[in-house]
T-cell receptor, first 113, second 116 residues
Framework: GDSVTQMEGPVTLSEEAFLTINCTYT??????LFWYVQYPGEGLQLLLK?????DKGSNKGFEATYRKETTSFHLEKGSVQVSDSAVYFC????????????FGPGTSLSVIP | DAGVIQSPRHEVTEMGQEVTLRCKPI?????LFWYRQTMMRGLELLIY????????DSGMPEDRFSAKMPNASFSTLKIQPSEPRDSAVYFC??????????????FGNGTRLTVT
């Protein structure tokens, strides 16, 4: 079945550092890919998405490019802030997922001043 | 927009008791999902509804769990009897349209359940 793998956390960075969170997926066909973010004490919210190969999703300074050849969707940000501290989830919806969104295990990010 | 509203935010109960979690989706949304989040298993989809009809409950762990959606603005997840291993954060999410159409999920703030 469809699945998502993410780099293990927690990740701790200093403010203004460069962020990469790796995500790879396994899916039949061509899924849509998402990054969701969960701030402390809250539910998940959509951060960005890409629906086809080579698409780049972007929002709030975060970017991720849909790489079909490597089945990856790595999240990047050039300069993180303390307010970016959260748990980040890579997710997909594929042709065989129907109405389900499949989430990865999440990667916890802490940004220190 | 009030967002997805879940209640209660925290629930502490003793093993064997019945627990009912409640969810009010965003008005007009036609899909509703119940997820469970634990450190060990991450985010698991338990069941989802489309237009108040349960579509897939294959993620419901066992018969102790049941979910209903009597109308478009309300859903419940019930655990009877509860066990310590049910301790988790339970999220409700709703969406307008199918996931296959890339409709984003809107999550509530969750209910943290502790069963002692």
């Amino acid at each position: 079945g469809d699945s998502v793998t993410q780099m293990e956390g927690p990740v701790t960075l200093s403010e203004e550092a460069f962020l990469t969170i790796n995500c790879t997926y396994t899916a039949t066909g061509y899924p849509s890919l998402f990054w969701y973010v969960q701030y402390p004490g809250e539910g998940l919210q959509l951060l960005l998405k890409a629906t086809k190969a080579d698409d780049k999703g972007s929002n709030k300074g975060f970017e991720a490019t849909y790489r079909k050849e490597t089945t990856s969707f790595h999240l990047e940000k050039g300069s993180v802030q303390v307010s970016d501290s959260a748990v980040y989830f890579c997710a997909l919806n594929g042709p065989t997922s129907y109405d389900k969104v499949i989430f990865g295990p999440g990667t916890s990010l802490s940004v220190i001043p | 927009d009030a967002g997805v509203i879940q209640s209660p935010r925290h629930e502490v109960t003793e093993m064997g008791q019945e627990v009912t979690l409640r969810c009010k989706p965003i008005s007009g949304h036609d899909y509703l999902f119940w997820y469970r989040q634990t450190m060990m298993r991450g985010l698991e989809l338990l069941i989802y509804f489309n237009n108040n009809v349960p579509i897939d409950d294959s993620g419901m762990p066992e018969d102790r769990f049941s979910a209903k959606m009597p109308n478009a603005s309300f859903s419940t997840l019930k655990i009877q009897p509860s066990e310590p291993r049910d301790s988790a954060v339970y999220f409700c999410a709703s969406s307008l349209g199918r996931a296959t159409y890339n409709s984003p999920l809107h999550f509530g703030n969750g209910t943290r359940l502790t069963v002692t």
